[in-house]
């Protein structure tokens, strides 16, 4: 099974800031990993796909690079409703969730 | 307007079979681009893949949990089912299906979840 590995787990950022967030594959997984966000009782919402295409609504500030086994999720200039929990996706083969990072209010 | 809905029992029994229904509109189980997942999140802890169905019936599982798991559908009914065999207390979650878009392997709709609590 290929793994994905978040980092970091969590951290503290302020409105305003530039957050990045990191995702390691254990095999390549070519271009095949998808960003999403979760808050709390709600559904996950796609933001960006195979790598570094931002989905349709998703606001520009939110970027996504990288390719084989690591990539990156970029929030430009953090905003209030951006504060949760971001996770990683890979589709090359079958499906897995990476463990998550938390973006909390510093 | 593309929606997914999870419909089953909100609690269930040790030892018990969980069977989830996702009831889709605004698109057609046997679109050749699209397909249906299931995902779950425990309490406190990361989502996890469950399993897919595509159009063409293809079908995968998560490794660790393949031998308790079935997924099937009713393009009829529109509905994708997922069942869960010899339920425990660690499989308590919130159950999501998830519109694949088979282009980029991305969950691009969400339905909304269904939470399930294994309990005696």
């Known amino acids: 099974d290929i793994q994905l590995t978040q980092s970091p787990s969590s951290l503290s950022a302020s409105i305003g800031d530039i957050v990045t967030i990191t995702c390691r594959a254990s095999?390549?997984?070519?271009?095949?990993l998808n960003w999403y966000q979760k808050k709390p009782g709600r559904a996950p919402k796609l933001l960006i796909y195979t790598s570094s295409n931002l989905q349709s609504g998703v606001p520009s500030r939110f970027s996504g690079s990288g390719s084989g086994t690591n990539f990156t999720l970029t929030i430009s200039s953090l905003q209030p409703e951006d504060f949760a929990t971001y996770y990683c996706q890979q589709s090359y083969r079958v499906f897995t969730f990476g463990g998550g990072t938390k973006v909390e209010i510093k | 307007q593309v929606t997914l809905k999870e419909s089953g029992p909100v609690v269930v029994k040790p030892t018990e079979t969980l069977t989830l229904t996702c009831t889709v509109s605004g698109f057609s189980l046997s679109n050749s681009r699209l397909g249906v997942s299931w995902i779950r999140q425990p309490p406190g802890t990361a989502l996890e893949w469950l399993a897919q169905i595509l159009s063409n019936d293809e079908k995968a599982y998560n490794a660790s949990l393949k031998s308790r798991l079935t997924i099937s559908q009713d393009t009829s009914k529109s509905q994708v089912v997922l069942t869960m065999t010899n339920l425990d207390p660690v499989d308590t979650a919130t159950y999501y299906c998830a519109r694949i878009f088979k282009g980029s392997g991305a969950l691009d709709i969400w339905g909304q979840g269904t939470t399930v609590a294994v309990s005696s």
């Open positions: 095999q390549s997984i070519s271009s095949h």
